[in-house]
């Protein structure tokens, strides 16, 4: 069972009571209508896919049912940090 | 042809009249039984002051801590466990929500020296730590419950009514099950 650190809740909480939520720091346009089609296709289907550190959404469903980030390592399944949504990322940090 | 088990439909009306169910857990006592009837309210709001103030109550400042029977629940979410018919004001013209859900959820009380264990069947909070005053929302099993610390050994059970005869008839197999085993 992975421990999963809320920066809500401030403590380590079992990773059933988490859901996944995507990549993080997805801008989302402030004119959709603007968009060309290969814009609009970048927004909402193209994604990063590293091998390694990743920034990504996650939602403590089950407990305070916050949207929080994380950077979590897609080989090791390790969590470096995870912080509240509107933060900026840590330095160094996949985006 | 699938049968569905008694078990799985026949505790639709625990809420009211169910017995407490003793046993052993761990080779430790364990007595479940539902919770005494209270009302329940959900309290939402960005400003914690704006909702202290619309229902004439302290709210806790910690998530995960209780005061007064109140518990907060997330960084703009409270949950109110109160002596039945207690009404709270509803904030009319601020921006809060105060809204009575008495009817949502239905309450287990665990008790015993046992009842973590019963609790950590299903249960992977570490609830070794969980001291009286605090409550939270997690899950037993796959099932979305809140469990509140009450008193030493001593665990109320918040889970949605839909959901309440599953829980119910899961704790009480756990300690049928666990006392055969001991
Ligand atoms: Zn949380």
């Known amino acids: 069972m ?34 060309d089609d290969a814009e609009w296709e970048s927004f909402l289907y193209i994604r990063s896919n590293p091998r390694g550190r990743h ?9 305070c049912a916050r949207f929080f980030n994380a950077i979590r390592d897609t080989v090791t399944d390790r969590f470096e940090v995870t912080y509240k949504a509107g933060e900026q990322a840590p330095d160094g940090a996949a985006r | 042809m699938l049968e569905i088990a008694p078990l799985a439909v026949a505790g639709i009306d625990l809420a009211t009249g169910t017995a407490a169910v003793n046993g052993m857990v761990s080779g430790l006592p364990v007595c479940i039984a539902p919770a005494a009837p209270l009302t329940r309210w959900s309290l939402r709001a960005r400003d914690a002051g704006a909702l202290s103030a619309a229902i004439g109550r ?5 998530i995960g801590v209780v005061i007064d029977g109140i518990a907060r629940l997330g960084p703009d979410e409270w949950y ?14 601020l921006p809060v929500s105060v809204v009575e859900v008495t009817a949502r959820a239905v309450g287990f009380t665990v008790e015993g020296a046992g009842a973590v264990a019963a609790l950590a069947r299903g249960c992977p909070l570490d609830l070794a730590g969980f001291a009286p005053g605090r409550a939270t929302r997690t899950v037993f099993e796959t ?11 001593t665990y109320h059970v918040e889970v949605w009514r839909s959901f309440a005869p599953w829980l119910w008839h899961s704790l009480a197999a756990g300690l049928a099950l666990t006392a055969g085993l001991d």
Do not use: K, S
């Open chain 2, 143 to 153: 099932v979305e419950v809140q469990i509140w610390a009450t008193a030493p050994e």
């Open chain 1, 55 to 63: 920034a990504e959404r996650w939602r403590h469903a089950h407990g």
């Open chain 2, 58 to 62: 302290a709210l806790p400042d910690r």
């Open chain 1, 2 to 35: 992975i421990l999963i650190h809320c920066p809500y809740c401030e403590e380590d909480r079992p990773e059933v009571e988490f859901t996944y939520g995507g990549q993080a720091h997805i801008a989302r346009p402030l004119d959709p209508a603007a968009l």
């Open chain 2, 80 to 93: 109110a466990l109160l002596p039945e018919g207690t009404v709270l004001p509803g904030g009319a013209g």
